[in-house]
Nanobody, 117 residues
Framework: QVHLVESGGGLVQSGESLTLSCAASGFRFNLYPMMWYRQAPGKEREQVARISAPGGVKEYHDSVKGRFAIFRDNAQNTVYLQMNSLKTEDTAVYYC??????????WGQGTQVSVSS
């Protein structure tokens, strides 16, 4: 059973940094891409970053390019999202996601990131 647990969210001021973690279990983590999504109040969920299974290919939403970095530790079954130069518009609930090779999306419970001006 796929299980994703996000952590690391919090309240920070504009310009500060946070690193989110997502601990994964229940599937062969090192075989599948992992994604970070976010959902702000009143907005649709959007993909923020994606990382390939080995970790060498990374993609970012235009709004976070140059500020966020996704990386993974396949030995620890964990994917991270390092967020620098945070802006108020980054305020959202951040979710870890995988399909683990199937058709279904698996989500964690989310972690709240709030950025104040």
């Amino acid at each position: 059973q796929v299980h994703l647990v996000e952590s690391g969210g919090g309240l920070v001021q504009s310009g500060e940094s946070l690193t989110l973690s997502c601990a994964a279990s229940g599937f062969r983590f090192n075989l599948y891409p992992m994604m970070w999504y976010r959902q702000a109040p009143g907005k649709e969920r959007e993909q923020v970053a994606r990382i390939s299974a080995p970790g060498g290919v990374k993609e970012y939403h235009d709004s976070v390019k140059g500020r966020f970095a996704i990386f993974r530790d396949n030995a620890q079954n964990t994917v991270y999202l390092q967020m620098n130069s945070l802006k108020t518009e980054d305020t959202a609930v951040y979710y870890c996601n995988t399909r683990a090779g199937g058709d279904d999306d698996y989500w964690g419970q989310g972690t709240q990131v709030s950025v104040s001006s």
